[in-house]
């Protein structure tokens, strides 16, 4: 199976560490000597956050933020593929292209992220619909989607599965300033849409949950393309 996995910067790098980066990497060996091929996309999380708003202090434009953001996932990203030896392509992709040379050389690709005013959901998403993946993994900092935010919500309830449409629904009221956080984006969400890609939404601290979400067992939410009849 080919595999997309988005891997937000908060689950793989809480705090510049060593130890949940690890995890990610023997989950994801694991994966591959299981037959499947992964592409990776890793988010900036709590790091990127700090950077742009400490630039944001400092008078700097949303298009000076997103550059910054974008040089964090790519450190993230070269600390994922630290860990993966000589499994990763050396250096992480800046476009689709480069990223689907590596799968044709048997390498895994590791991507941050590409340009200003996309989000690493968003450069997964692309790449998922580029290289034609079976699934599309998105491993957040929440249990799936919900229909308010669950830290500030108790009464928040979790959606099993959701078309891309509804999912749409649910994300079109949040905001896309650099730095902000939604377990799928809204521009991911539109091009999860038109893609009609099949994707899954789980809790990504624990990297051993994404062999259970390749295998269909998972307790995150299933977003289902919009021709697939849904629960």
């Known amino acids: ?105 048997d390498d895994i690709p590791v991507m941050g992220g590409t340009v200003a005013g996309h989000t690493t959901d968003a450069v997964a998403t692309g790449l998922a619909e580029y290289v034609d993946a079976d699934l599309l993994v998105y491993a957040t900092s929440v249990p799936g989607v919900f229909d308010a935010d669950p830290n500030e919500d108790p009464e928040a309830t979790k959606y099993d599965s959701l078309s891309a449409s509804e999912l749409l629904d649910v994300v079109s009221g949040i905001d896309l300033d650099a730095g902000s956080n939604a377990p799928v984006d809204l521009l991911a969400t539109k091009l999860l849409e038109r893609s009609g890609l099949a994707a899954v939404v789980i809790d990504g601290s624990d990297p051993e949950g994404l062999a259970s979400a390749i295998d269909g067992d998972h307790s995150g939410t299933d977003i289902v393309p919009d021709s697939t009849e849904h629960r």
């Open 1 to 105: 199976m080919k595999v997309i996995v988005s891997i937000g910067g908060s689950v793989l790098a809480p705090e510049v560490g060593s130890e949940r980066v690890g995890a990610y990497a023997d989950a994801i060996e694991s994966l591959s000597d299981a037959g499947h091929e992964l592409g990776i996309v890793v988010g900036g999380g709590p790091t990127a956050r700090e950077y742009i708003g400490a630039a944001r202090d400092l008078g700097a434009d949303e298009m000076e933020l997103d550059n910054l953001g974008i040089a964090v996932t790519r450190l993230n990203a070269r600390l994922l593929i630290a860990a993966l030896d000589n499994r990763a392509a050396p250096t992480p992709p800046t476009d689709h292209e480069t990223a689907l040379e590596a799968f044709r050389h």
